[in-house]
């Protein structure tokens, strides 16, 4: 079965830095592109970064740039998102997402909360 498990999430101060990790099970991993997803209450849900399957390409919206890293091992079938100068508008539930045209697949995890507060 399919699986795109995500952790790291929890309560950081404003400022701080969080690393998220999706680890991903049952589908050939290194064909998909990756990305983290987020969903805050009264807000629309926001792709925060994307990455191509071997990790040569990323992609970041406007609001996280520059405080944000997407990243992945392929090995592991793990996928990241180092998270630093945390704000209160990053507070969410974060997602991860695969995709592949390839497979004619796409998943997502559950989701995982980041809380920013001070």
């Known amino acids: 079965q399919v699986h795109l498990v995500e952790s790291g999430g929890g309560l950081v101060q404003p400022g701080g830095s969080l690393t998220l990790s999706c680890v991903a099970s049952g589908f050939n991993f290194s064909r998909y592109a990756l990305g983290w997803e987020r969903q805050a209450p009264g807000k629309e849900r926001e792709l925060v970064a994307g990455i191509t399957t071997t990790g040569d390409s990323t992609a970041y919206s406007p609001s996280v740039k520059v405080r944000v890293t997407i990243s992945r091992d392929n090995a592991k079938s793990t996928m990241y998102l180092q998270m630093n100068s945390l704000q209160l508008e990053d507070t969410a539930v974060y997602l991860c997402?695969?995709?592949?045209?390839?497979?004619?697949?796409?998943?997502w995890g559950q989701g995982i909360q980041v809380y920013v507060s001070s």
């Open positions: 997402n695969a995709v592949s045209q390839s497979e004619n697949g796409q998943y």
